[in-house]
């Protein structure tokens, strides 16, 4: 190429340069007023402490089968039940008062929190369905079941979207180590501010992925714990009682 085309060529190209370069810069100082914050998750106080009575007190909530809310009605429910009212909310209800009532440190969803066939938008469903954990605040941890995969989202999906939302303290899967499924990881219990054991781990929560569904010598059933998940639970455990 020669020097004059050359000349020509920056010549044509720096305007554009220049243009792209001011449009940045009037974004970064002046930035677009309507434009939505950043989505900063609620995170919990962390390490989870016992209570200064010596008490730490988990809700375990399983088998949600969440759908759509109002939307999705009551199975088995007769008349006399209110089976014509009653849907979804019934058991957001119900989780609420639990929670009123027991003050838990910790909640524990323990899979099939939402029912895939039943739940046209899984994060939507995921989302209505912890809703008073996230309401009361409550720190909280998830597993998943069999049916949760069998609406819109992956089980890693589900996994990393519940680890995003608030007072969430769920985990996708341990760091640096292969392991089967999704959702496999571990939560220390320390001892409460002021006592000697605020730095230690008193109480280790494991959280393991069983799976969905499997099929053996041609026969369907349902999953189960594998090596690696095992030989994560043998490691990690002895780690800990190290340390």
């Not at 440190?105 to 939402?114: E, K, Q, R």
């Not at 006592?195 to 369907?220: A, I, P």
């Amino acid at each position: 190429m020669s020097s004059s085309s050359l000349t020509t060529l920056v010549s044509l190209l720096l305007p554009c340069l220049l243009s792209l370069l001011l449009l940045h810069l009037s974004t970064v100082l002046d930035p677009d007023p309507d434009a939505a914050a950043p989505r900063v998750k609620k995170a919990p106080p962390l390490p989870l402490r016992f209570r200064h009575d010596g008490t730490f007190k988990i809700l375990q909530v399983a088998d949600m089968h969440f759908g759509n809310g109002a939307a999705t009605r009551c199975r088995d429910v007769g008349p006399d039940g209110g089976g014509a009212l009653c849907s979804d909310l019934n058991t957001t209800r119900f989780l609420r008062r639990l929670i009123e009532a027991e003050k838990p440190d910790l909640i524990a969803f323990t899979g099939d929190n939402i029912f895939g066939t039943s739940a046209t938008d899984a994060a939507e469903s995921l989302l209505k369905a912890i809703s008073p954990a996230m309401e009361f605040k409550v720190p909280w941890a998830a597993i998943l079941g069999n049916h949760d995969q069998e609406s819109t989202m992956t089980r890693e999906e589900l996994m990393t979207f519940m680890s995003l939302m608030d007072y969430s303290v769920s985990q996708v899967n341990p760091p640096g180590f292969l392991v089967h499924g999704f959702g496999n990881y571990h939560i220390g219990i320390h001892g409460p501010y002021g006592s000697e054991l605020v730095n230690t781990s008193l109480l280790n929560l494991y959280f393991l992925d069983s799976g969905d569904r499997e099929v053996v010598n041609g026969v369907k059933t349902y999953g189960w714990i594998k090596e690696s998940q095992q030989a994560w639970l043998r490691s990690i455990s002895l780690e800990l009682q190290v340390h």
